[in-house]
């Protein structure tokens, strides 16, 4: 009796780590505000005997819309999906829409010379010791702070023109007149502990455009998608971005915000 109260409290306490540490924060270290947002790309590089490529969003996101790539650009909102191959971006595509020589640096940077493996490293640079040309503690300095992530707050940091974003790509986007955001929209967090959610489709809009959540993370008519906390700290809905890239889900106060300001 005894020996099966005790395996009661280890599964117990086991399943109550297993919960917390998805849910609320676990122990492990939080990234550092230099590599929230940060991703691996190797799908092929390793293999192909080359090191994987690091791809920051703290400097990209700070110079253009997320709707840009993740719309017009096509990259997957999940590392590694997208499947890029070095020949895409010789053609133009994915990295290489930008990574031209225009833009910005080329796959081969002719300033290289015959030293190309410089150009490459830019971006291979998993393990690489290769210096970056921004570093993100000068860049961000002087920025409005966040709690959590990159601990800058992108919404005021554009707000107040810190940054400005480029949303158009020659050849690639098209010329089109943004569309009205919809009002604020309510949503009701179910339980009496925790406020009611405001969802401004004003804010997304400078970031995420239309497309980026309709149709394919929400649906388009009132009140048409269910989900919960727990999956949004999985990664769905809100989740898709919150956690990952925008500000993490840790920051209850910033989404439970009815009555509270
Ligand atoms: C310059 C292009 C670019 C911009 C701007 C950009 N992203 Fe990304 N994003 C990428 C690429 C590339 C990946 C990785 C795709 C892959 O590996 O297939 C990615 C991946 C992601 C992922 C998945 C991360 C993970 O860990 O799985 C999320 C979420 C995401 N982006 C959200 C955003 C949000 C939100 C914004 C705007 C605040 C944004 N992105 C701006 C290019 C961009
Ligand atoms: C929408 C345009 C755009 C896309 C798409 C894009 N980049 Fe960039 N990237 C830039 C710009 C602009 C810079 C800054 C270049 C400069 O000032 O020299 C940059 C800089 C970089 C840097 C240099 C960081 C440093 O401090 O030296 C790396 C690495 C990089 N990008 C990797 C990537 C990778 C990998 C991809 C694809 C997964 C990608 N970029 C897609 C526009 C883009
Ligand atoms: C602007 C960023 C960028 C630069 C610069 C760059 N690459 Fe890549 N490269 C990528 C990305 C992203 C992938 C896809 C990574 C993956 O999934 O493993 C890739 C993949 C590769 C692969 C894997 C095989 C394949 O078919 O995709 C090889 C090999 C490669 N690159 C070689 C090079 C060489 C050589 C250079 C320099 C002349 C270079 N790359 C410069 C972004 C870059
Ligand atoms: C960051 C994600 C996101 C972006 C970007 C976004 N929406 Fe929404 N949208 C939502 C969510 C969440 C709801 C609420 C859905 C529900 O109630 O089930 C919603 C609801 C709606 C609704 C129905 C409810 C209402 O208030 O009338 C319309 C219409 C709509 N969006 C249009 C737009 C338009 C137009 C844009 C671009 C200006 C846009 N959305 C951008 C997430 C987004
Ligand atoms: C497509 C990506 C994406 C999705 C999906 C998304 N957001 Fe956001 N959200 C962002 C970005 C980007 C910002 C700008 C601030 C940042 O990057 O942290 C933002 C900002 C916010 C803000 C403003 C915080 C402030 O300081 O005023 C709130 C609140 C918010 N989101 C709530 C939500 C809620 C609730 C949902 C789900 C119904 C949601 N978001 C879905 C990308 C997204
Ligand atoms: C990105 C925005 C966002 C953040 C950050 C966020 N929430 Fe939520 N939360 C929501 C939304 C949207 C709902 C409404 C879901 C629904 O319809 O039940 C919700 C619902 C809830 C509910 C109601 C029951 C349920 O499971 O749906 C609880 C409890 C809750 N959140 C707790 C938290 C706590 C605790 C945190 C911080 C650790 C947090 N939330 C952070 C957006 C957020």
């Not at 230099?34 to 790309?41: D, L, P, R, S």
């Not at 997957?76 to 070095?86: C, F, L």
């Not at 009205?180 to 502990?193: F, G, Q, R, S």
Request: charged letters at 25%; aromatic letters at 12%.
């Amino acid at each position: 009796m005894r020996h099966q109260r005790i395996i009661f409290v280890v599964v117990s306490l086991f399943c109550a780590t297993a919960v917390y540490a998805q849910t609320f924060g676990s122990k492990e270290r939080m990234p550092r505000p230099n590599e929230y947002g940060t991703v691996e790309i190797n799908n092929y590089s390793e293999r192909a005997g080359i090191a994987s490529v690091v791809f920051a969003h703290w400097l990209h996101r700070a110079k253009y819309t997320c709707r840009l790539c993740h719309v017009d650009l096509g990259f997957a909102m999940e590392a590694g999906q997208t499947g890029i191959r070095e020949e895409d971006n010789r053609n133009g595509l994915y990295c290489g829409a930008c990574h031209n020589g225009t833009e910005a640096f080329a796959v081969e940077d002719r300033k290289h010379g015959a030293k190309q493996e410089k150009s490459c490293q830019r971006c291979h640079s998993l393990g690489v010791d290769v210096q970056a040309k921004y570093d993100f503690y000068k860049f961000v300095k002087g920025f409005p702070r966040a709690r959590f992530g990159n601990r800058v707050d992108w919404l005021l940091a554009e707000e107040e023109g810190y940054i400005k974003l480029v949303d158009y790509l020659e050849g690639v986007s098209i010329r089109r007149r943004a569309l009205k955001a919809p009002l604020d929209v309510e949503i009701d967090a179910k339980v009496d502990e925790m406020p009611d959610i405001i969802f401004s489709h004003k804010k997304h809009a400078v970031w995420s455009g239309c497309e980026l959540c309709h149709p394919q993370i929400f649906g388009i008519t009132k009140a048409s998608t269910v989900f919960e906390m727990q999956e949004i700290f999985d990664g769905k809905y809100c989740g898709v971005c919150h956690g990952k890239v925008a500000f993490m889900t840790l920051d209850c106060q910033l989404c439970h915000t009815k009555d509270v300001y």
